[in-house]
Structure formats: structure tokens, C-alpha cells
Nanobody, 120 residues
Framework: QLQASGGGLVPPGDSLRLSCAAP????????IGWFRQAPGKEREVVSC????????IYADSVKGRFRISRDNAKNMVYLQMDSLKPEDTAVYYC???????????????WGVGTLVTVSS
């Protein structure tokens, strides 16, 4: 089971770092994606990273502000979120897929989300 953590309430312009952990699950075997779902909206992909860290993708709305990384030795994946905006408010989830050519096209495992609220 994947577990996202690190969410919270922050003012606009602030930063948060989300973490994705998976006790008993080897994240290094998988491509990992961060997704989010805002109230009343569909879930959307935020960022994805390949199993070896060599490939990353970002949603246009977060390019230049968010950065995905992974530490396979620690079995962790992170999402550094800077310059947060109110529209970033959502529940954020991490998910895993078996490696494939196109990232985040068929997630196999989902985790429990963490709520990020950006508000003054």
C-alpha cells in the first residue's frame, strides 16, 4: 500500500514537500505518479517519474513550480511544491505502475491521499 504524506494548510506562495512511502513494497520497480483531485473536479495527473528516475513529466499547470524526485535507496518518492496557488488545493495521491514507454498511462496501485490546502 502506498502512503502519501506531507499535506497541510499553507498560504499562497508557500512551499510543501509531499512524500510517498510504501512499506513492504519496492518502489524502485515502478514508475510513480502524483495525482490530485480538487473538490468537484476530476482527478488529474500532476507529475510522474520513471522507475530509474531518468524520465519525468509535469502537468502544464505545475511546470516550473513542482519537482518530482525519488530516492530508491530509501524507497521514497517526493513532490516538492513551490509557489503554491489556491488552485493547487486538492487531495494528492501517489500511484505506481509497472514501467512502460509512456509514463502514468495505467496505474496499477494507488495510495491513500494527503490534503493540500492553499489559502490565506
Amino acid at each position: 500500500q502506498l502512503q502519501a504524506s506531507g499535506g497541510g494548510l499553507v498560504p499562497p506562495g508557500d512551499s510543501l514537500r509531499l512524500s510517498c512511502a510504501a512499506p513492504g513494497f519496492t518502489l524502485a520497480d515502478y514508475d510513480i505518479g502524483w495525482f490530485r483531485q480538487a473538490p468537484g473536479k476530476e482527478r488529474e495527473v500532476v507529475s510522474c517519474i520513471s522507475h530509474n528516475g531518468g524520465n519525468r513529466i509535469y502537468a502544464d499547470s505545475v511546470k516550473g513550480r513542482f519537482r518530482i524526485s525519488r530516492d530508491n535507496a530509501k524507497n521514497m518518492v517526493y513532490l516538492q511544491m513551490d509557489s503554491l496557488k489556491p488552485e493547487d488545493t486538492a487531495v494528492y495521491y501517489c500511484a505506481a505502475e509497472w514501467p512502460r514507454k509512456r509514463l502514468c498511462t495505467g496505474m496499477d496501485y494507488w495510495g491513500v491521499g494527503t490534503l493540500v490546502t492553499v489559502s490565506s
